[in-house]
């Protein structure tokens, strides 16, 4: 599929999968080797990314795994946001930055203030909470994406395709409505999903690209992965290897990934069929 997403005035090609490596600025994210906390970490894993060949960097501050994380106050995850994106900005001012926030008016000053160029928000505009909390947010994320005109990740918290389409549908409509363009759809592995509902997903993905948008997944060393293997996050590279393959079989164009090298790899190879 043919997709192009707007970045600061320049159109992105995603005919060809790219992918997006994860830099935490968090204490608990739940891949402990994902957490960067001091100014040499976050300058090391954004340098190690772009030179890995991910072609965005998605930072977040603020862990949304399932069961279990600390909840952030918005002031402590904007403060985190700032100090995390100037680094970046600073290392790699060439690079697609996202950042990873379900609040509208954290997303807004990454953009505004802190150079963000893309929204990846894990709520799906605000329709579940976080870490088992409900959201109380000032400000609408859909009505912020439109007005910052940014590309903006959809992620779904459905637990069924059928569900998710749904409601993929019904928001897509609204965002067109209010003048955003550039929408990436997420079919949000790992959340408000049992083990099987997400390989029931996963197994029919390609009826996503009916939406004609271009797809994000991001199952990097999942719980789905693990313990289906009986292992931990450790050591589910390999799993993630063989679901991110799959993925991009079915039209994934975005990888969003702990191990940068491994993916762009597997894209590298896709290319040959």
């Known amino acids: 599929m043919q997709y192009t997403i707007n970045v600061r005035g320049q159109l992105i090609d995603l005919s060809q999968p790219m992918v997006m490596g994860i830099l935490n600025a968090t204490p608990d994210s739940f891949y402990s080797g994902s957490r960067k906390q001091t100014e040499a970490e976050i300058a090391d894993r954004a340098n190690q990314i772009i030179a890995e060949g991910g072609r965005i960097i998605d930072v977040g501050a603020f862990s949304t795994r399932p069961?279990?994380?600390?909840?952030?106050?918005?002031?402590?995850?904007?403060?985190?946001?700032k100090r995390a994106l100037q680094i970046v900005r600073r290392e790699q001012p060439?690079?697609?930055?996202?950042?990873?926030?379900?609040?509208?008016?954290?997303?807004?000053?990454?953009?505004?203030?802190?150079?963000?160029?893309?929204?990846?928000?894990?709520?799906?505009?605000?329709?579940?909470?976080i870490v088992g909390q409900a959201i109380h947010e000032e400000g609408d994320m859909f009505e912020t994406v439109a007005r910052l005109g940014v590309p903006y990740i959809l992620m779904s918290v459905q637990p069924t395709l059928e569900k998710m389409?749904?409601?993929?549908?019904?928001?897509?409509?609204?965002?067109?409505?209010?003048?955003?363009?550039?929408?990436?759809?997420?079919?949000?592995?790992?959340?408000?999903?049992?083990?099987?509902?997400?390989?029931?997903?996963?197994?029919?993905?390609?009826?996503?690209?009916?939406?004609?948008?271009?797809?994000?997944?991001?199952?990097s060393r999942k719980s789905m992965i693990y313990k289906l293997l009986g292992v931990d996050p450790t050591t589910s590279l390999n799993g993630t290897t063989v679901l991110n393959t799959i993925s991009l079989?079915?039209?994934?164009?975005?990888?969003?990934v702990h191990d940068v090298k491994e993916a762009v790899e597997a894209t590298q190879l896709l290319r040959k069929f």
């Open 165 to 219: 389409m749904l409601g993929f549908a019904e928001e897509v409509q609204r965002l067109h409505s209010l003048g955003a363009k550039d929408i990436i759809l997420d079919p949000g592995y790992g959340f408000g999903k049992t083990l099987e509902q997400n390989y029931e997903i996963m197994k029919h993905s390609e009826r996503l690209l009916e939406f004609g948008l271009p797809v994000l997944v991001g199952i």
């Open 67 to 81: 069961g279990g994380a600390d909840v952030v106050s918005m002031e402590e995850e904007t403060a985190r946001l």
């Open 94 to 129: 060439d690079a697609i930055v996202s950042v990873d926030t379900y609040r509208p008016l954290v997303a807004r000053r990454c953009v505004e203030e802190f150079g963000a160029d893309m929204i990846n928000d894990v709520s799906e505009g605000g329709l579940t909470g």
């Open 249 to 256: 079989q079915k039209g994934a164009s975005i990888l969003r």
